[in-house]
């Protein structure tokens, strides 16, 4: 899977960070990035939906960018922002709402709906 090791530096993620993401350890990662193991399907699935790309271009041998990014655009989701929102996603409702009210804080407005 050598274009693992691509898109976690693309989104700019560790393999710590990937491997929690992920609910699996650290050197699990490694080994998916060095082709020492082989993820289940349902790792690949929350790999492809993480770096929005397919399974086939994370498995593929080949280099060649073939990962669907959408062009960027006014909708587009920068590598960061998809971080944090998979962050934000990982966290129970309490500790949801109050990280919203710490990033409400820090941007000086609320984001209500």
Same mark, same amino acid.
């Given at each position: 899977?050598?274009?693992?090791?691509?898109?976690?530096?693309?989104?700019?993620? #560790?393999?710590?960070?990937? +491997?929690? @993401?992920? =609910?699996?350890?650290?050197? &699990?990662?490694?080994?998916?990035?060095?082709?020492?193991? =082989?993820? *289940?399907?349902?790792?690949?699935?929350?790999?492809?939906?993480?770096? =929005?790309?397919?399974? *086939?271009?994370?498995? +593929? *041998? #080949?280099?060649? *960018?073939? #990962?669907?990014?959408e062009a960027d655009g006014p909708d587009s989701i920068a590598p960061l922002e998809r971080r944090l929102l998979y962050a934000f996603r990982s966290l129970g409702e309490?500790?949801?709402? +109050?990280?919203?009210?710490?990033?409400? &804080?820090?941007?000086?407005? #609320? @984001?209500?709906?």
């Open positions: 899977m050598k274009n693992l090791k691509k898109m976690r530096n693309k989104y700019q993620m #560790s393999q710590m960070q990937l +491997a929690n @993401f992920l =609910h699996i350890t650290q050197q &699990s990662v490694w080994k998916y990035e060095n082709d020492l193991a =082989h993820p *289940d399907i349902d790792t690949l699935k929350a790999l492809a939906k993480l770096f =929005h790309t397919t399974i *086939d271009y994370l498995v +593929a *041998d #080949s280099e060649e *960018d073939a #990962s669907g990014e309490k500790d949801q709402k +109050a990280l919203l009210q710490v990033a409400e &804080s820090l941007a000086g407005k #609320s @984001f209500e709906q």
